[in-house]
């Protein structure tokens, strides 16, 4: 079923929220030769392998002063409120409270050469071996974060998904690249903030017409957290639009975001969040979300905007 997207989206934003507890080092090298890449993208940089950082601090987020252990169903609950709206809200001139994490990109771990990351053991099974080859303690919230990422990496696809975890830029590519087929020339699409994020929730007016990204496949790649860079990537087949919107904040600041909207929700679950935010049952309407800014909407290249 697509019954869980919305969920896992939520999950994934707020596991990778609640634990910012990766650091990377300094040195990174941005990967040039890539084209596709956008140029103000500080996502997509890569370490030399001495710089995987293994840092033990542990910087509790705190969302609405809630402290980082609370992943209750209130704290839930207020972020799905300002995570999902419907089609029919991206109109322009539309005011709507979102909700856009401020990490700063130098901070949050980075890629890893290939060669390196396939050097490295990604399976629950070696959890132990892991946590002593990064030197964090059983108990610490890296090994539950790291733990978190391997189980979601090895748990099977949804009916009608393709997942697959990436470790390295190269195979988020080359994996993404078999999803669409392998000549096919892809683009990338991120939140992009064009100027820089203030707060991290406010209200926002649509500015401008908002464009549909006309892709019938899209893998859309979400970070989790890890020592280095690993993503979440996953591809469905089913009814979706993506979207492209300006928003301007009520500081003035102006971000530019995909927006997916999920066409047809009459297989969700109905106890899902989107619905009791949006006050909805599955099927009446439509439920979207923006994405955080780390997160990789791959599409083909010659995708056109309408
Ligand atoms: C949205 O907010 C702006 C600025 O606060 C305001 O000028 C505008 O009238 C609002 N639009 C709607 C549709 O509420
Ligand atoms: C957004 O606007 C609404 C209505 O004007 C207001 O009640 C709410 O407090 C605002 N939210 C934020 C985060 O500023
Ligand atoms: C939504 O999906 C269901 C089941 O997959 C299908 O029966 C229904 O016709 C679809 N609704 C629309 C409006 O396409």
New binding site residues.
Partial sequence: MAASSGIIILHLFLISVICQCFHASSSRTIISELQILPTNNNILTTTSDKSINTKKEFHGMSLNGHSSSSSNMDHQMDLAMNLFFTINDLKP???MSVYFSIKNPLNSPHFIPKEEADSIPFSSAQLPYLLNYFSFSEESPQAKAMGETLKHCESKPLEGETKFCATSLESMLDSAGAVFGSNTRLKVLTTNHLTKPRVELQ?Y?ISGRVKEVSARKIVACHSLPYPYAVFYCHSQESDHKLLKVLLVG?DGGRVEAPAMCHMNTSQWDPSHLAFRALKTKPGESSVCHFFPADNLIWVPSSSALK
Avoid: F
């Fill in positions: 001139g539309n005011n209200n007016t009520d």
